[in-house]
């Protein structure tokens, strides 16, 4: 199967946002115990270890986002539904946690800025692309 440019396209910026978002989650879980590091001092045992848990749990959700895209990857160049389906939620559940975090920073440049504009981007793209993808029919003739 040849793919045409579109797709191919397509493709590389869904592996690339993937790694992104992979890394972005690593980066979270290691900066985890740092920010308990600063943070210990100010608040009580209890809160801190809920507000850890908190960032470690989005830096797994960031994570989890950025696997679920390399893993669709193969998928959208074969040009499958649920490959295409799996990377439209993956990218629209990065545009909303990256949207709720900047408002929770209230709007500072900050990393949620890196989530929500790929996000969109991603959800612009699959969008515009959505045409030639296999219906669910012929993937089980």
């Given at each position: 199967m040849e793919l045409n440019r579109k797709t191919q396209r397509l493709s590389k910026v869904i592996l690339?946002?993937?790694i992104v978002f992979c890394l972005l989650g690593i980066v979270h879980l290691?900066?985890?115990f740092y920010e308990y590091n600063d943070i210990k001092g100010y608040m009580p045992k209890d809160l801190g270890y809920s507000y850890i848990l908190?960032?470690?749990g989005v830096g797994l959700f960031i994570l989890f986002i950025g696997l679920a895209e390399i893993l669709s990857y193969k998928g959208i160049k074969q040009k499958t539904t649920l490959a295409w389906q799996v990377?439209?939620?993956s990218s629209f559940f990065a545009a909303v946690m990256g949207l709720s975090?900047?408002?929770t920073f209230h709007w500072v440049l900050s990393p949620p800025y890196l989530l929500l504009v790929a996000g969109v981007f991603g959800l612009v793209l699959l969008l515009k692309n959505r045409r030639g993808?296999?219906?669910w029919k012929s993937l089980y003739d």
């Open positions: 690339i946002k993937g290691v900066a985890s908190w960032f470690n990377s439209l939620l975090g900047l408002i993808f296999e219906s």
